[in-house]
């Protein structure tokens, strides 16, 4: 299929302050639409303006929640060059949440190729502020205008850019985390390693009540046993204790994170000793009070590397580090950014240029 790019004739104001970016509140000029529909599969792939879509106030998926989403990023280098990280990882995982909730697949060569237009034609937008970059949301949707439980025969797979700053504020300043007893977000068997927006929506309740408590994000445990730890909010989650990194294992409710599959992947070629595995709660507070744990940090597009300074279990609170940046965390972040920005040399192969 060829794409078709209708380019807009009114071209949107940049923002001039690109400190003040924020994440995912601006939008550049154009979009990508791709339709599906029964007994013709996958069709018309193009680029437009950016505006609204239409859909009707039936359409299944503002009721029955049939969507997958991803998130990637594009970053331009100091030579000028604009880079993707690992997209073709992304869009594999793309296909494989669509599959968790009978979403088609997408040909994935073709997936990639509509990011690289669209990004190609509004790499103007991409900015050059130190650590901002071009965020990139791909997502399906069931469009059936029809109220009845089942797979969507009708979808669309849309594609929409972002200018953003750091995700977090503070920039690489350490994090708090509250570890999360009452709620949960996923149980294996369920959709938690699939990237839709239900499982978004069962972590809103948590992380408003963490909020109030001065704590950015919440840790989640196990859904069956609630002693088991999984992943924080927006991120995978690891631990250094002792000389080992520690991370948990995917277990069917965790999400398996293209930056959590690169750290692991780091970290091997560093020679450092690794283990994916269940880790308790209460070991972990034990680890704390022993002064065994040495740092902790999530790892995630957005985020890239997150530095937790404190986590609190019930009443427990566990400083990690001082609450300082760990050395791990730091030279994780500095590597993997330095790939990103084509600023440190990509050994693995992961960038692909645009």
């Not at 994440?23 to 792939?45: E, S």
């Not at 070991?283 to 009070?289: G, M, N, S, V, W």
Request: charged share 20%; proline share 5%.
């Amino acid at each position: 299929m060829t794409i078709t790019i209708e380019k807009t004739t009114t071209q949107k104001q940049k923002p001039a302050d690109q400190t003040k970016l924020g994440f995912g509140r601006i939008f550049t000029d154009h979009i990508f639409i791709m339709n599906y529909d029964a007994g013709q599969g996958w069709h018309d792939p193009r680029i437009l303006p950016f505006a609204p879509l239409k859909i009707s106030p039936a359409a299944m998926c503002l009721h029955y929640a049939q969507e997958v989403f991803e998130g990637m990023k594009a970053y331009r280098a100091a030579d000028g060059r604009v880079l993707l990280f690992r997209p073709e990882k992304n869009i594999a995982r793309l296909n494989t949440s669509g599959a968790r909730v009978c979403i088609p697949a997408i040909d994935e060569t073709l997936a990639l190729e509509a990011v690289k237009a669209l990004v190609g034609l509004d790499r103007d937008w991409i900015p050059t502020a130190p650590g901002a970059s071009l965020y990139i949301r791909p997502f399906i949707f069931a469009v059936d205008e029809q109220l009845g439980v089942h797979p969507g025969e009708h979808m669309l797979f849309v594609i929409i850019l972002s200018p953003v700053g750091s995700y977090y504020g503070g920039g690489l300043a350490p994090v708090k985390i509250k570890i999360e007893n009452t709620y949960v977000r996923a149980v294996s068997g369920g959709t938690g390693q699939a990237k839709t927006g239900g499982n978004y929506a069962a972590s809103l309740k948590a992380q408003e009540v963490a909020q109030k408590e001065s704590y950015s994000q919440v840790l989640w445990l196990d859904g069956v046993e609630r002693k088991y730890i999984e992943e924080v909010g927006a991120m995978n989650v690891f631990f250094v204790i002792d000389d080992e990194v520690v991370t948990p294992k995917l277990s069917g409710s965790i999400l398996s994170g293209i930056t959590r599959m690169s750290v692991l992947e780091l970290l091997g070629s560093w020679g450092l000793k690794v283990s994916q595995r269940r880790i308790s709660v209460d070991e972990l507070a034990q680890t704390a009070r022993e002064g065994r744990l040495k740092e902790a940090f999530g790892t995630g597009t957005a985020a890239v590397i997150s530095p937790i300074g404190e986590l609190k279990w019930n009443d427990e609170i566990m400083t990690i580090g001082g609450g300082q940046i760990g050395n791990l965390s730091q030279r994780l972040y500095d590597v993997l950014t330095g790939i990103q920005f084509g600023s440190v040399p990509d050994e693995f192969g992961w960038t692909v240029e645009v």
